[in-house]
């Protein structure tokens, strides 16, 4: 008997007089599944049942009835931009071409996603060419279109859906010189979110839905806001107030008669807060005012998290301050000097000796250490630095 687990069920395979026997069992217990496989071994032998045909789900058919209600159960609430931004128009975009959407999920080839995405790119939706990151988001949802699939035991295995080059990705990073000029140009209320973006690197829809219920005055130095909406678990989080930021939240409060649990950003807008369309003229007039080049208010956080990385923070802390679910996406903050390299190789290097150490050999004190450090060339500063380093990790040891 073989079982295996994909995702979170066991499947089963065989070979029956020489054809490929394999299924899910849709259970998580690894003792059911081994059952189900006898029984059907069983069934087999008995000549109560054939060879069982393949699922024939096309894939219009399995977004329409599985993937959509499943995306928006789990994202229209929650995440509205993640379905409205993201999910609905690939959805749209999918359904509207009938050559892939009509084809069987199991007959479905990597060849066929790439004329897919050749087509969308080429011809776009109503006759308009799409860019390289609109077709990469159609291509990331059919991509999940596929992994549910395989989980849901719909097809076997899912077709490699390779991206098409030539996306642009936000990397613009505010200067402080031209921090100042926008924040100058600004009106009052971009200014200000502008700042709370700057000094905490929020995603802006979690700043614009932020509630004072959620904003503690006495944590920390300057109190704390917890996000408590987002994308993934990870986007609950803590964060703490700059100086700035506290200026800005205690006038706002204080202006709007230290509310309970109202929205800290009102708007007269259908969901009662501010909305990326709120701001939308404000900043272009901005940008136009302080004559600084093109950027989306996201580049206001991506700006924190290279000014975050810049400043020494590990890419786990980084993480947990970004609310990313994976530290993957905090690596491209995290680029350290080549003074630190060094400065990591030359701790290890100087604190390694092979063989072991004698327990009753002596430490070296904390005075000698210093000396010792003055002895190779480095400054005062780096000299206590390297000092508490080591007295550090003699103390994990």
């Known amino acids: 008997m073989s079982i295996y687990k994909r995702g979170e069920v066991y499947w089963y395979k065989f070979m029956w007089e020489g054809r490929l026997i394999r299924e899910s069992t849709k259970q998580g217990n690894d003792k059911v599944a081994r059952k189900m496989e006898a029984a059907h071994r069983t069934r087999l032998a008995e000549g109560l049942v054939g060879i069982r045909e393949k699922k024939r789900t096309t894939l219009g058919e399995f977004i329409k009835n599985r993937f959509e209600p499943w995306a928006k159960g789990r994202f229209e609430q929650n995440a509205t931009k993640t379905w409205k931004a993201w999910y609905e128009p690939s959805i749209r975009t999918l359904q509207g071409c009938p050559s892939l959407c009509n084809r069987l999920l199991s007959e479905i080839t990597s060849e066929h996603i790439a004329d897919f995405a050749a087509s969308i790119r080429a011809k776009g939706l109503g006759g308009k060419a799409l860019q390289a990151s609109s077709v990469n988001s159609r291509l990331r949802v059919l991509r999940r279109v596929f992994h549910l699939a395989v989980e849901w035991g719909e097809v076997e295995t899912a077709p490699k859906i390779k991206l098409v080059s030539g996306e642009r990705h936000r990397e613009y990073v505010l200067q402080p010189n031209d921090e100042a000029k926008y924040l100058a140009a600004a009106p009052a209320l971009l200014a200000d979110i502008a700042t709370v973006l700057l000094d905490s690197g929020m995603r802006p829809e979690e700043c614009f839905r932020s509630r004072w219920a959620n904003v503690t005055w006495g944590n920390g130095r300057f109190g704390s806001i917890l996000i ?38 009102p708007a007269p807008t259908k969901s009662g807060h501010v909305e990326p369309s709120t701001l939308k003229k404000q900043h272009r007039n901005a940008l136009k005012e302080s004559k600084l080049s093109p950027f989306v208010l996201y580049s206001l956080r991506h700006t924190f998290l ?10 786990w802390t980084l993480a947990r301050i970004a609310g990313h679910s994976s530290i993957a996406m905090s690596y491209r903050y995290v680029h350290p000097s080549e003074d630190r390299v ?8 100087g604190g390694h000796k092979t063989g072991h150490t004698e327990h009753n050999e002596a430490e070296p004190e904390p005075e000698q250490l210093s000396e010792s450090f003055e002895d190779d060339g480095l400054t005062g500063g780096q000299c206590r630095t390297r000092t508490c380093d080591l007295l550090l990790v003699r103390q994990a040891l």
Do not use: N, Y
């Open 228 to 265: 408590t909406h987002g994308k993934t678990k990870a986007a609950r989080r803590s964060l703490p107030m700059t100086l700035r930021v506290r200026a800005i939240l205690e006038r706002r409060w204080e202006e709007a008669k230290k509310p309970q649990d109202d929205w800290i950003w």
């Open 306 to 315: 290279t000014r975050l990385g810049a400043s020494g923070c590990d890419v």
């Open 342 to 349: 060094l400065d990591a190789m030359t701790m290890f290097l």
